[in-house]
């Protein structure tokens, strides 16, 4: 496993024999995260292709945890970048960023996440995280992350 850029940021990457349109369809369709994210279960009330703006809750469990968190569609650039931010009630909490670049076989798909937890309001959040998810959480992303690509490649690779 890679390490963390450092201690609020992860990111991986990886190549998929799959058009970055196809791969963006794949990952902007939240209501099928469930299919490759370690933590990330599914997604309650919206569409499946979101636009910058859209909201949605999404669904998240680790062990015996289940929590949800309302997240906002800040970029949603078909085949090349699609952004969303995690909020638990009026605390920040993450940023996921999805870029697609084209190659000769199909595309690199790069994830990263960006610790948002900042400020008095983002005490309780970090509290709570550390119950749940001992340790530091880029470590904890960095796996995720990478355990995330495999499986999003094993799923777009299977839909062309």
């Known amino acids: 496993m890679a390490e963390p850029l450092d201690e609020y940021t992860a990111r991986a990457s990886i190549e998929i024999e799959a058009s970055p349109e196809t791969v963006y369809d794949l990952v902007s369709d939240v209501t099928r995260v469930g299919q490759w994210s370690p933590e990330a279960t599914g997604t309650v009330g919206h569409p499946h292709h979101l636009k910058v703006g859209d909201r949605f809750w999404g669904l998240n469990r680790k062990g015996l945890w289940r929590w949800f968190t309302h997240c906002t569609i800040r970029v949603a ?3 090349q970048r699609f952004v969303f931010d995690v909020d638990l009630g009026p605390s920040e909490v993450s940023r996921w960023t999805y870029e697609f670049e084209p190659t000769a076989d199909g595309c690199r798909v790069t994830e ?3 610790d948002r ?3 008095a309001r983002s005490k309780p959040i970090e509290w709570i995280g550390q119950i749940i998810i001992p340790g530091p959480r880029a470590a904890h992303n960095q796996w995720n992350i990478e355990t995330s690509l495999q ?3 094993a799923v777009a690779e299977g839909q062309e």
Request: positive net charge.
């Open 77 to 79: 650039d078909r085949g």
């Open 112 to 114: 990263t996440w960006e």
């Open 117 to 119: 937890r900042f400020g």
């Open 151 to 153: 499986r999003l490649k």
